[in-house]
Structures are given as C-alpha cells and as structure tokens.
C-alpha cells in the first residue's frame, strides 16, 4: 500500500477483555515497529520485528502483551487481561532499511486509540 | 541511556512569525535525527531526516539542523501559518533501530 495503515482506528473495550490491534506496512518494508502513545508523552518503543521474528521485545510492558508477524507482512499486537492502564494510541512503524536500521528513518501508520473503561 | 528533551512544551505565535522549536538528546553517539509532525488524533507525519554526516535538512518552510557535539537539533519554520498547528516529535536512535522520543512541542499559530 501507499502507506502504513491499523486498523481498527478506535478500540474501546471492558476491562478484563482481550483485544487485537493490525498493522500493515509499506509493502517492501521489512522492518515493523510498535509503539504506544500516551496522553501528552512521546511515543515509547515496545518491540521490533524483522521479518517474521521480534528481534527486540523490550518494550512490552508484561506479558499481557504479545505481537506476531507470522508472513512477514501484516502484523498483529494482541493485549490480553485489559487493564484502564492500557488505555492509550498504538503506533505502528515500518522501515526499509537493511537489518531494521533507521538510516531510511519511519513511517508511522495513523494508530489504533484504545480505550480500556 | 538516550533522553530526549523538547522545548518549549508549547508554543502560540500569530501568523507569519519565524519560529523555532528545540530538541536536546544527552547521548550525542547518533547517526540521524528525524523531525515529525502530529496533527490531534492522528499518526506521525516525518517532516525531516538529518544524518549525522548533515549538519541541515530543508524542506519548504522547514529547516532542521543538528549540531551532535552539544547534542542539540532545531527544526527552523518561516512565515507560520495556521495550518502549521500540531504538534512536533523529534526522535534520535537508541541503538540500531529503536527511537527515543521527545515529548513534543504543541504549537498554535494564531490567524
């Protein structure tokens, strides 16, 4: 595609709740990126892939948290257990630079606002 | 560790001023910088990439500029216009691919 889309682009759900959050990248891109996005914050990093492999998971706050890329394409953040903390903007971020590096800089998607009540 | 500093945190100027917006990191080992842009509601726009090896990036009304000695990046905008209204991110790497990013700039040009 032209660029980065998620989807849904609005997500309220019930505490407790497991919710699915999608990112498509810039076809060709083989590095993907997640961030989250809180109110008056920069976005923070929670894992990078590089095709079909999270090479750094890092930034996933605890293990309610999961994300797949299993074709190297699409890729999915899965949040399981919501809690009124997760409530926040997901970014998503794709990169064709070799080995995921920055030099080409991101392209950011317009993000999913999850809501946790 | 990487942080990254932005100031002012927000910014109100009438139209037509020259503005600038400042970006400080206390790790000066980076090998670019990247400008964006956030409207409200929305994802991030990329204004400006600066390698190290740059010292200015130009786009338009745009001018960023990086000095990694004193760990500082200005992103320079001429004549503001209302439609210039968000926020701006400046983001620097911390290692090979993950970014550090500011907390923003949310600026407001006034008709």
């Known amino acids: 595609g032209a660029g980065v889309s998620q989807t849904p682009s609005n997500k309220v759900t019930e505490k407790g709740k497991y919710v699915e959050l999608r990112c498509d990248p810039i076809?060709?891109?083989?590095?993907l990126y997640w961030y989250r996005q809180s109110l008056g914050q920069g976005p923070e990093f929670l894992i990078y892939f590089q095709g079909t492999g999270a090479a750094d998971d890092s930034g996933l706050p605890n293990d309610r948290f999961f994300a797949v890329r299993p074709e190297g394409s699409v890729s999915t953040l899965k949040i399981q257990r919501t809690e009124r903390g997760d409530s926040a903007v997901y970014l998503c971020?794709?990169?064709?630079?070799?080995?995921?590096?920055?030099?080409?800089?991101?392209?950011f998607g317009p993000g999913t606002r999850l809501t946790v009540l | 560790k990487q942080e990254v500093t932005q100031i002012p945190a927000a910014l109100s100027v009438p139209e037509g001023e020259n503005l600038v917006l400042n970006c400080s990191f206390t790790?000066?080992?980076?090998?670019?910088l990247q400008w964006f842009r956030q409207d409200p509601g929305k994802g991030l726009t990329s204004l400006l990439l600066i390698q190290s090896s740059q010292r200015e990036q130009t786009s338009g009304r745009l001018n960023a500029s990086l000095d990694k000695s004193s760990g500082r990046s200005t992103l320079y905008i001429a004549a503001s216009q209302p439609g210039d209204s968000a926020t701006y991110l400046c983001a620097v790497p911390s290692g090979t691919y993950k970014y550090i990013f500011g907390t923003g700039t949310r600026l407001k040009v006034l008709a």
């Open positions: 971020a794709s990169s064709s630079a070799p080995s995921g590096g920055l030099l080409r800089g991101q392209f």
């Open positions: 790790d000066s080992a980076i090998y670019n």
């Open positions: 076809s060709g891109h083989t590095a």
